[in-house]
Nanobody, 118 residues
């Protein structure tokens, strides 16, 4: 299985940038995809961006052109670069790993708070 640790959250003004990191450890080769989710107060958790083992990326419509997901294989870390932040991006951001062939259940990190002030 794998373990995930997020970092990089904080308080930023609207229009600013943050870079979130998701450090992975454990059986790295068994990861099929890493996704970033977020959950704002009173709202359901939503998928923000993802990157597959093969490098394919996807984004929810509201962050396209502003957020970029990437990875550093040497550091076993996935990043979420967030630019042009808006107050509505305020949420707890989680990374989650899905396994190849479903050999272990979706694994979540502990989350990191992102607050965007207007």
């Amino acid at each position: 299985q794998v373990q995930l640790v997020e970092s990089g959250g904080g308080l930023v003004q609207a229009g600013g940038s943050l870079r979130l990191s998701c450090a992975t450890s454990g059986i790295i080769f068994s990861i099929n995809a890493i996704n970033w989710y977020r959950q704002a107060p009173g709202k359901q958790r939503e998928l923000v961006a993802g990157i597959t083992r093969g490098g394919t990326t996807n984004y929810t419509e509201s962050v396209k052109g502003r957020f970029t997901i990437s990875r550093d294989n040497a550091k076993n870390t996935v990043y979420l670069q967030m630019n042009s932040l808006k107050p509505e991006d305020t949420a707890v951001y989680y990374c989650a790993a899905d396994s190849r062939g479903g050999i272990w259940p979706r694994t979540w990190g502990q989350g990191t708070q992102v607050t965007v002030s207007s």
